[in-house]
C-alpha cells in the first residue's frame, strides 16, 4: 500500500527538541522529493522543509531556519526532522508529503500528492 | 498574512457551480505552477490540481483548474453536500525559495 506514516509527536517545554519520522512504503521513495508542511490548531497550512530525493539538497522556511533540520535515510525508506530551540508557535499537527517535480536552480517545480495522517507537536510548559 | 490570497469562504447550493481565487505575484503564481489541496474536516489535505490544471488519477472532471498571469482558480461543478471542506492553493517562490500557500477557503454547499 502507499502511505506515509509520519510518528515522533509529543507535548515538549519551550525550547525543548524533538525528532519526527515518516515512514514511507509502496512507492521508490529515494526517487522522489519530500516536504514537512505544518498546520497550527484552527489555521492554514504552512510548509516547513524539503529534501530532494538523493537527501543532498535541502530547503527551509524562514521562520524555522537554524532550527529545523530535514533529513532523509533512503535505506530505510524515513524521512526526519529534527526541530529544536520549539517555541509556542510552532504547536502544530505536523505533515511530511511527497513532492513529484524537480528543482532547477533556486526554483522547485513540487506539488503534493501523498500526504500522511500527520503526528501533534504541542510546545508548553 | 498569507503570500498568496484566498477568499476566506465561498457557498453554493448543491449542483451549482463555485469558484476560488487564488491571487498571488510574478516571483510566485506569474512564473510557476500551481496546484490546489481539499481538506475535508479532521483530515490530511489531498491533491485536487497540479501543474495549473491536470487532475490526479481518481479526482473527477467537475474539478478545474486555471491560471491567468498572477492568479489561478479552482471550479468545482455540480456541488456536493460532500464537497465541503477546506481548499488551498500553493506554489513556489522565487524570491522566498520557499513552497508558499493560500490562507485557505472554507466551502460551504448550502
Known amino acids: 500500500e502507499v502511505q506515509l506514516v509520519e510518528s515522533g509527536g509529543d507535548l515538549v517545554q519551550p525550547g525543548g527538541s524533538l525528532r519526527l519520522s515518516c515512514a514511507a512504503s509502496?512507492?521508490?521513495?529515494?526517487?522522489?522529493?519530500m516536504n514537512w508542511v505544518r498546520q497550527a490548531p484552527g489555521k492554514g497550512l504552512e510548509w516547513v522543509s524539503g529534501i530532494s530525493g538523493s537527501g543532498g539538497n535541502t530547503y527551509h522556511a524562514d521562520s524555522v531556519k537554524g532550527r529545523f533540520t530535514i533529513s532523509r535515510d533512503n535505506a530505510k525508506n524515513t524521512l526526519y526532522l529534527q526541530v529544536s530551540s520549539l517555541r509556542a508557535d510552532d504547536t502544530a499537527v505536523y505533515y511530511c508529503a511527497k513532492a513529484p517535480g524537480y528543482c532547477s536552480g533556486a526554483t522547485c517545480y513540487w506539488y503534493f500528492d501523498l500526504w500522511g495522517r500527520g503526528t501533534l507537536v504541542t510546545v508548553s510548559s | 498574512q498569507s503570500v498568496l490570497t484566498q477568499p476566506p469562504s465561498v457557498s453554493a447550493a448543491p449542483g451549482q457551480k463555485v469558484t476560488i481565487s487564488c491571487s498571488g505575484s510574478s516571483s510566485n503564481i506569474g512564473n510557476n505552477y500551481v496546484s490546489w489541496y481539499q481538506q475535508l474536516p479532521g483530515t490530511a489535505p489531498k491533491l485536487l490540481i497540479y501543474d495549473n490544471n491536470k487532475r490526479p488519477s481518481g479526482i473527477p472532471d467537475r474539478f478545474s483548474g486555471s491560471k491567468s498571469d498572477t492568479s489561478a482558480t479552482l471550479g468545482i461543478t455540480g456541488l456536493q453536500t460532500g464537497d465541503e471542506a477546506d481548499y488551498y492553493c500553493?506554489?513556489?517562490?522565487?524570491?522566498?525559495?520557499?513552497?508558499?500557500f493560500g490562507g485557505g477557503t472554507k466551502l460551504t454547499v448550502l
Open positions: 500553493g506554489t513556489w517562490d522565487s524570491r522566498l525559495s520557499a513552497v508558499v
Open positions: 509502496g512507492f521508490t521513495f529515494s526517487s522522489y522529493a
